[in-house]
């Protein structure tokens, strides 16, 4: 699969209507066009992995994981810099995480401009 990013859209994956809402939100105030979906399985059967620039995503969802979605775009060659958000979190996870190319593993609640730091960092790669 080929990914090339000619636009800086954020994706953002998350269960949570309200995260998913809140983080458009702010992301749109800062100037990024984003996208959410509500699954992984929903990101992956949109076909928009290829202007995906940059992916926002949380760890625990049913279905397919934040983590297990990360393996399937590496596994695809698609590496769209991921940013991991997650209440559930510990230093296994987030070594897995960051050792698959995560840009960051942000902890439920984390600091908008920390998240909107690590997204510029994300877009930059």
């Known amino acids: ?3 090339k990013k000619e636009t800086k859209l954020v994706a953002i994956v998350d269960d949570d209507d309200s995260v998913r809402g809140t983080l458009q939100e702010l992301l749109r105030s800062a100037g ?3 996208r959410g979906f509500d699954s992984a399985e929903a990101f992956l059967t949109s076909g928009n992995q290829q202007e995906t620039a940059c992916l926002i995503t ?5 279905g ?10 590496n596994a695809e060659r698609c590496k769209i810099p991921t940013i991991f958000i997650t209440a559930h979190g510990d230093e296994e996870m987030r070594f897995q995480a960051l050792r698959a190319g995560a840009v960051e593993f942000l902890p439920k609640p ?13 877009l930059e790669r």
């Open 58 to 62: 949380d760890i625990r969802m049913p």
């Open 1 to 3: 699969m080929s990914c």
């Open 32 to 34: 990024f066009p984003s």
């Open 64 to 73: 397919m994981s934040g983590l297990e979605l990360q393996s399937r775009l």
């Open 110 to 122: 984390f600091d908008d401009e920390v998240l909107l730091e690590s997204v510029r960092a994300a």
